[in-house]
């Protein structure tokens, strides 16, 4: 029967701690990397791409895409569902718009795009 891991005491924590400092300090474990701020990150990844001439932008979208994700992917991270995701929106789109032309119509609400499109990617 397995038994049951005990958890560190504060000493042992410490120790650790002390131990991954000094195996820092010798270089032998790379330094913590600083958190991420994703809302300042992605305000200026917004607004890089927006300066962007559109043509070169999706030269460039379509190469960084590749560079994600393939048709061969063993193990699928969660920035690459991300990604996927976008593509079938992107796909989605195509196919709303040429139902839309099928049917006669040249406009559509927000609320019909996001109901068609959007959402039932989003919950996936």
């Known amino acids: ?14 120790f650790r701690v002390q131990a991954k400092k000094e195996l820092q300090a010798e270089g032998a474990l790379p330094l913590d990397k600083p958190r991420l701020n994703r809302k300042k990150f ?11 001439d559109v043509f070169r932008a999706d030269v460039y979208l379509r ?5 994600m994700i393939g048709p061969d992917m063993h193990k699928v991270t969660e920035e690459e569902v991300g990604v996927c995701k976008l593509l079938k ?12 032309e099928a049917e006669g119509r040249s406009q559509y609400t927000i609320g019909e795009y996001i109901d068609n499109v959007v959402l ?3 919950k996936l």
């Open 1 to 14: 029967m397995a038994t049951k891991k005990k958890r560190l005491t504060q000493r042992e924590k410490a």
């Open 42 to 52: 992605a305000a200026q990844v917004w607004a890089e791409f927006s300066e962007m």
């Open 63 to 67: 190469k960084a895409i590749g560079c």
């Open 89 to 100: 929106i992107a796909v989605e789109t195509d196919k709303f718009m040429r139902a839309l």
């Open 120 to 122: 039932p990617i989003l």
